[in-house]
């Protein structure tokens, strides 16, 4: 009996250490094993969350960066007509201030004209009438009368 007492202590002390251990060593190891393979997953779920938020983002800036594109290039399109619009309405006014300008040069040079031919009449006007002084002054013939109104006319259109 003594090999059966002595056996089935060391059984009794095999089950306790056995206890022992699994309550003190093992446990406690298993629950940090745990909780470290549980950080691991997590930092690996945070990483694959971080790629699609990294792949989400460069998505939404691609999206942002071709919105912006097209507003620029509408910008760019309304100041081009923009442009083409004020340079027509320049050019329009530049057109009708010349066209003002040559109708006002050519009424200042009919009514320069007008006068020209106002002060000549007048001069003719002057000139027969001091030719018809002086034919009424002198008794002459046809001949003389005619000599004597060309020579008249052709000195005071020569003084003038």
Request: glycine fraction near 4%; avoid cysteine.
């Amino acid at each position: 009996m003594s090999i059966d007492l002595t056996f089935i202590g060391q059984i009794v002390v095999f089950l306790t250490l056995l206890a022992l251990l699994k309550k003190y060593l093992y446990g406690p190891l298993h629950d940090l094993m745990e909780q470290r393979a549980a950080k691991i997953a997590e930092g690996l779920a945070a990483a694959d969350a971080g790629k699609e938020a990294k792949a989400k983002a460069e998505a939404e800036i691609a999206r942002q960066l071709q919105e912006a594109r097209g507003k620029a290039q509408e910008i760019l399109t309304a100041a081009e007509k923009r442009a083409a619009a004020i340079e027509e309405e320049i050019t329009n006014k530049a057109r009708v201030e010349a066209q003002q300008i040559v109708d006002s040069a050519r009424e200042e040079v009919q009514a320069e004209l007008n006068r020209a031919r106002q002060q000549l009449r007048q001069e003719v006007a002057d000139i027969a009438l001091l030719a018809a002084e002086r034919i009424l002054d002198e008794e002459l013939d046809a001949k003389r009368h005619a000599k004597l109104i060309d020579k008249v006319v052709s000195q005071e259109i020569g003084h003038a």
